[in-house]
């Protein structure tokens, strides 16, 4: 299939704020995509390979500049130049087409296939002469494009699709496309234990909805992971639970899923990315100390002093994170400790159906702990007391709370679902706000005084799941030091937009626009009505949305998390009732 009419799907998709035709649109799309089913959509994510196989394009804007000079003879800086003006270098790129030639003069017509297998190929460029190649093969495609065609050849290679497209609305359009709206459920399902949309677009288009069923656990594929819900008290969430639940050790820091395969180790993410090159020691370890031929772990590696045994802060942690060089020495600088909680797979046995307690147990009796490699603290409580004392000694250890875990005979591990089953309970639930939240940003506003050139506040925005979009929550501008505030601009610079991202609900206007990518854990006094921030507008009261009172940044940059998985809104309005109840009780 033609390259041309992809674009003009996209072109579609840009053209419209409505969720539902986005879903209509692309579903009619793959009805008839054909043997281009995969490509089509790791196209329409803007990838060419999912994201647990670490397979990026890493396309600067400055190779797209270069090879557009070439095609269009307009200097390098001019484009630059446009580029400041519109902001969008896809719009530059079709503009300067549509100047340049006619559809007439293309030396040949793009397929959906060649265009994927030359972002493939550019993808896997690596070593001397690398940028030439990415450029050369950049030119090619820029040569044989529309101008339609080109702003989202661009688009792509930079990573920069600005449509909107996000993974549940594909997960809608598959079901639509090879079923009915009735089996988005069971696409979900197939995509929290293979997070791969384009597979599942292919078994789908081939086998239909049902051929889904197929989809399994295996070691080397992540499954999305497990997450808790949250209560304000012990006593809440002994109540929820039915009067007894497993309380384990919160530990304060990167989630990780370890994968055993024989003698191969390979380790992820929450984000499902594979960070098998950051942690030897972990690798070494998991090899080393458990026993199962084959084995799926979820835990939680945490920076930790080994000869005095005390947990470190997360930042440590952060340390380890993206290097390439001398990992052996940083991990003997900035040791970790992977606390073991749950086991998803073992010996060939998809364990996820089985109740947590039975897991938990096959997870012990495969697993020889050491310095490096522990199992999590766990005990069941039926007694408020019980819980308390628990609670104190995890803060004691250096962790950050505790979660409870349902024993029930239903307590399964439920892949991406945030649920019930699990419900976390943290220290900061002796203050006012009863939890840390985690926010993305979306917007700044530029500094005064001291801060003058920088930024003096961010716009802060919460995740809705319903609508796809993000709807804002605060200004944040308390908690940082100078050293992160300087550094603010840096870390955004990548995400920075001219006009409004398409899936952020806004009634304020920043002097500057991101699209959400950077997550910052953030403190606060109360939620609060506000008639100015969109998260759980009219839900409360007409006109009025949710805000965070007095909100303050922690320190803690959320890199382990996508803006999907920030803090959504049910999350928001669950701590709004809860704050209320208990300001009702002290106040009767």
Not at 103 to 115: A, D, G, P, Q, R
Not at 191 to 207: D, V
Not at 305 to 319: A, C, D, K, Y
Not at 431 to 441: A, F, K, R
Request: charged content about 30%; hydrophobic content about 40%.
């Amino acid at each position: 299939m033609e390259f041309l009419e992809l674009a003009k799907v996209l072109d579609q998709i840009e053209n419209t704020t409505k969720r539902l035709e986005m879903v209509d649109i692309i579903a009619n799309f793959l009805k008839v995509a054909d043997e281009d089913i995969m490509e089509t959509v790791f196209l329409l994510q803007g990838k060419v390979a999912p994201d647990y196989e670490g397979v990026e394009l890493g396309v600067a804007e400055k190779l797209v500049v270069r090879a557009l000079a070439t095609i269009s003879g307009v200097a390098e800086g001019k484009i630059e130049g446009l580029l400041l003006k519109v902001g969008d270098l896809g719009k530059v790129g079709e503009e300067l087409l549509k100047e340049k030639k006619q559809h007439s003069l293309f030396s040949e017509n793009l397929t959906i296939k060649k265009v994927y297998n030359s972002y493939s190929k550019m993808a896997r460029e690596s070593g001397s002469g690398s940028q030439t190649r990415k450029i050369q093969i950049l030119q090619e495609l820029l040569h044989n494009s529309s101008p339609v065609e080109a702003r989202f050849v661009i688009r792509i290679a930079i990573g920069k699709m600005r449509i909107g497209v996000a993974d549940m609305t594909l997960v809608d359009a598959i079901a639509i496309a090879f079923g009915s709206k009735e089996d988005q459920d069971e696409v979900e399902r197939a995509f929290n234990i293979m997070p791969n949309l384009p597979e599942i677009a292919r078994m789908a288009y081939n086998g239909g909805i049902q051929s889904l069923a197929g989809v399994k656990v295996v070691p080397g594929v992540p499954v999305r992971s497990m997450l808790a819900e949250r209560l304000p008290s012990l006593r809440d969430i002994l109540l929820k639970m039915g009067g007894v639940c497993a309380l384990e050790y919160k530990y304060d820091g990167l989630r990780i899923q370890a994968h055993k395969d024989g003698n191969k180790v390979t380790l992820f993410s929450r984000r499902l990315e594979n960070v098998t090159s950051q942690f030897p020691d972990i690798v070494k370890e998991i090899r080393e100390k458990v026993k199962a031929e084959n084995a799926i772990l979820d835990g939680e590696a945490v920076p930790y002093n080994i000869e005095t045994e005390e947990m470190l802060p997360f930042q440590e942690i952060s340390r380890r994170r993206g290097r390439k060089f001398d990992l052996l020495e940083t991990a003997e600088k900035i040791p970790v400790v992977l606390f073991l909680f749950d086991c998803i797979y073992l010996k060939g046995e998809n364990l996820m159906n089985l109740p947590y307690p039975q897991r938990r147990l096959k997870m012990v009796n495969s697993v020889d702990e050491s310095a490096g490699l522990k199992i999590g603290k766990s005990l069941i409580v039926s007694e408020e007391d019980d819980a308390e004392r628990f609670f104190s000694l995890a803060l004691e250890a250096g962790c950050e709370g505790v979660v409870a875990k349902s024993i029930s005979d239903k307590s399964f591990y439920r892949a991406g679902a945030r649920e019930f089953v699990w419900i976390k309970y943290k220290r900061d639930y002796q203050m006012e706000m009863e939890d840390t939240v985690d926010l993305v940003v979306v917007g700044a506003f530029g500094g005064k005084g001291r801060r003058s050139g920088g930024y003096g506040a961010l716009l802060m925005a919460v995740y809705s799941k319903t609508e796809d979009k993000f709807t804002t929550i605060c200004k944040l501008g308390s908690g940082f030091t100078d050293d992160q505030l300087h550094s603010l601009p840096r870390m955004l610079q990548r995400f920075s937009l001219k006009t409004k991202d398409r899936r952020v609900d806004s009634l304020m206007t920043p002097d500057y626009w991101f699209e959400p990518g950077l997550v910052l854990e953030v403190k606060g006094s109360e939620i609060t009505l506000s008639p100015i921030h969109t998260c759980c507008r009219d839900l409360i009261k007409k006109d009025s949305g949710l805000a965070i009172r007095f909100p303050r940044f922690t320190g803690r940059w959320r890199e382990d998390k996508k803006p999907e998985e920030t803090t959504d809104e049910e999350e928001i309005l669950e701590i709004y009732h809860s704050q209320k109840k208990k300001v009702l009780a002290e106040n009767p």
